[in-house]
């Protein structure tokens, strides 16, 4: 089976094709898409950008990418974010319009915590308005009922497809929307999926991606980048899970861009010396913009892809973590790199891959603010360092 993935921003364009490259299956992930991309790959991921479009503007995207590859392929499949930030009202509306048949939508990402129960969305324990997505400094959720979330900017009509009583067909359903509360449940979708023949439109995050994944496997070698001594990790996430991470880090010289300016000479000798350099846009609550403007995020991001490229430069280090989609889209932009090739996952949701840029080949890991285990950067830097294999 041949599928394409359309995410709306770079880190769960990742995020959802790494589980296929675990698995045997050939990934691209593509910023910028030509003409010829995704002839030779078993998966063509495209990040839409369409996180922080105007909803018009991402079922244009949508419906465009949609007529011009989904022929194509055997299935689509509409990445969301697992806290339901961004434009799923247009995106899943557009995919129905488009393709002519309903979307099998299952939001949650049980092996990260995140659940869907009684049409509820949930963060852990805690109802997703009353998560720290709630007060995201971008798309703060402030609604936990997934229907009122999809008919936000489109009428769509939906049915729910609960635990106990299962799939029913509805006339006129656009998105059936599927309950999962664990890993068993998502499962059990997966299954459900691929034996009724309801893969030509799916949707959901990387939960379903790594279910589905591994039930098609073709059982081939995933790809391991190749890495070296030093590594410069770029955040540029102002949610409350990075700044966990980063305070629970072992080790790695840290640059707080809030509260001091870059010494380049002296981070680019750091990373020589095959240490890890850590550049955070923030570092707790404390460091944030109060009502940050577009034009606010867009200098940050020029800022931290300008600096990451020139200690990439200086130092000849060629190893990177991102935290961060709108961070990672735009360092992929300054170092002129329009395609990635997948390699698996270092843990549940932090992808590794190869990227192909105008400085050459560079190891790459990536991470929504939002995902990562408590000890991810540790993690990482164990992982660089070759402490432990992926």
């Known amino acids: 089976m041949r599928m394409l993935i ?7 364009a990742m995020d959802t094709g790494c589980p296929f490259a675990q698995e045997g299956f050939s990934v691209s992930v593509w910023t910028r898409i030509p003409d010829g991309a995704g002839a030779e790959e078993d998966v063509l991921v495209v990040d839409t950008e369409s996180r922080h479009m105007i909803p018009g503007e991402a079922y244009r995207v949508t419906k465009e990418l949609l007529l011009r590859f989904a022929s194509r392929y055997d ?4 990445k969301t974010d697992s806290a339901f930030r961004g434009n799923l009202s247009a995106v899943l509306s557009a995919a129905a319009d488009t393709l002519g048949v309903p979307v099998h939508f299952a939001p949650a990402y049980p092996q990260v915590g995140r659940r869907m129960e009684r049409g509820l969305i949930y963060i852990g324990e805690e109802l997703l308005e009353n998560s720290p997505f709630a007060k995201d400094p971008r798309s703060p959720m402030r609604v936990s009922r997934a229907t009122d979330i999809l008919r936000m900017d489109y009428p769509l009509s939906c049915s729910l497809v609960r635990e106990r009583t299962g799939y029913r067909e509805v006339p006129g359903t656009q998105v059936y929307l599927y309950d999962c509360t664990d890993t068993k449940s998502m499962e059990e979708i997966g299954d459900e999926m691929i034996r009724r023949n309801r893969m030509r439109l799916i949707g959901g995050c990387a939960g379903l991606a790594g279910v589905l994944a591994k039930k098609l496997s073709k059982g081939g070698p995933k790809r391991v980048p190749p890495r070296g001594r030093g590594l410069l990790i770029v955040s540029g996430s102002a949610n409350a899970y990075t700044f966990e991470q980063l305070r629970r880090r072992r080790g790695g010289r840290i640059v707080n ?18 240490e890890t350099l850590i550049l955070a846009a923030a570092c707790g609550p404390e460091d944030l913009v109060k009502n940050p403007s577009e034009a606010y995020h867009a ?4 800022t931290l892809s300008s600096l990451t490229k020139e200690l990439l430069t200086q130092s000849g280090v060629r190893n990177l973590a991102v935290f961060g989609g709108d961070t990672v889209r735009a360092i992929l932009e300054r170092l002129s790199c329009h395609r990635v090739r997948s390699g698996g996952y270092l843990e549940e949701g932090v992808p590794v891959c190869e990227a192909e840029t105008g400085l050459g ?9 939002g995902l990562g285990s408590p000890g991810v950067v540790s993690h990482m830097m164990d992982y660089y360092e070759g402490r432990i294999e992926e």
């Open 257 to 274: 861009l809030a509260r001091e300016r870059v010494q380049t000479e002296n981070c680019a000798a750091c990373l020589r010396r095959g």
């Open 6 to 12: 359309l995410a709306d921003d770079f880190t769960g």
């Open 361 to 369: 080949e560079i190891c790459l890991v990536t991470k929504s603010g």
């Open 299 to 302: 200098e940050l991001s020029d």
């Open 75 to 78: 299935s689509v499949y509409i």
